[in-house]
C-alpha cells in the first residue's frame, strides 16, 4: 500500500516552453501533497505544499507563477514548470500525506528535468 | 530554528558489517521522525519511523533504529549490511506531522 506515482520519470524540453508533471497516490487518498527539488548529491528542498481543492503553499525563494501547481482530486496533484530555463533542470520529487492522519509522507520516484 | 544533523556524509562498510547511521535534531519537543532510503535516480522509500511508544522501532530490510531524548538522536542500524543496502540516507523529523525537515543525507558505499 501507499504508492505513489510520477509522470513522467523522465523528460526533456527546450527553454521557453512549459513542462507537467503528474503526482498521483495509487492506492490512499491524499489530502495533503508535497513538492520537493533536489539537485546532485543534496537534500531534498521542499518548494511548496498542495491541499486538496485550495491553492498550494509556497516555500520562500519559489516562484509560485513559475511552478504552477494544481491538486484538484484526492489522489493527483500536478506540478507544471513554466517558461523553463536551464537552471530548473532538476530532479523533482512529490510526496502525498494520506488523510487517515498517519502523518508519513509517502513520496513518489521523482521526475528528471533537463532543459536544453 | 529546526534543524535534522546527519554528521556523516559518506560512510564505507564491508558487506556483512554492521552498521550505524547518525542522526540528531534540535527541537525543543519530540518530534515525529523518519528515516528514508533513496536509490540512484528513485524516490524515496521509508525505511521506519517514530512516532511515540517504544523507542526501538523495527522497520523493513532489517533496519531498526532508536529515539534517545536525551541526546536527541534516531539513529539507524542494521546487524549485517548488504551490498544492496549501498544507497542514499535521510533522516527526516515532523513537528507539526505536516512539515518534514530533512537531514543532507548519509551515502552508503557497501564493500564486498
Known amino acids: 500500500g501507499a504508492v505513489v506515482s510520477q509522470h513522467p520519470s523522465r523528460v526533456i524540453c527546450k527553454s521557453g516552453t512549459s513542462v507537467k508533471i503528474e503526482c498521483r497516490s495509487l492506492?490512499?487518498?491524499?489530502?495533503?501533497m508535497f513538492w520537493y527539488r533536489q539537485f546532485p548529491k543534496q537534500s531534498l528542498m521542499l518548494m511548496a505544499t498542495?491541499?486538496?481543492?485550495?491553492?498550494?503553499?509556497?516555500e520562500q525563494g519559489v516562484e509560485k507563477d513559475k511552478f504552477l501547481i494544481n491538486h484538484a482530486s484526492l489522489t493527483l496533484s500536478t506540478l507544471t514548470v513554466t517558461s523553463a530555463h536551464p537552471e530548473d533542470s532538476s530532479f523533482y520529487i512529490c510526496s502525498a500525506m494520506d488523510s487517515l492522519g498517519t502523518d508519513t509522507q509517502y513520496f513518489g520516484p521523482g521526475t528528471r528535468l533537463t532543459v536544453l | 530554528a529546526q534543524s535534522v544533523t546527519q554528521p556523516d556524509i559518506h560512510i564505507t562498510v564491508s558487506e556483512g558489517a554492521s552498521l550505524e547511521l547518525r542522526c540528531n535534531y534540535s527541537?525543543?519537543?519530540?518530534?515525529?521522525l523518519f528515516w528514508y532510503v533513496q536509490s540512484p535516480g528513485q524516490g524515496l522509500q521509508l525505511l521506519l519511523k517514530?512516532?511515540?511508544?517504544?523507542?526501538l522501532v523495527q522497520g523493513i530490510k532489517g533496519f531498526e533504529a532508536e529515539f534517545k531524548r536525551s541526546q536527541s538522536s534516531f539513529n539507524l542500524r542494521k546487524p549485517s549490511v548488504h551490498w544492496s543496502d549501498a544507497a542514499e540516507y535521510f533522516c527526516?523529523?515532523?513537528?507539526?506531522?505536516?512539515?518534514?525537515?530533512f537531514g543532507t543525507g548519509t551515502s552508503l558505499t557497501v564493500i564486498p
Open positions: 527526516a523529523v515532523s513537528f507539526t506531522g505536516n512539515q518534514f525537515y
Open positions: 517514530y512516532f511515540s511508544g517504544d523507542t
Open positions: 527541537y525543543g519537543a519530540t518530534p515525529y
Open positions: 492506492d490512499f487518498q491524499a489530502t495533503t
Open positions: 498542495s491541499n486538496e481543492g485550495s491553492k498550494a503553499t509556497y
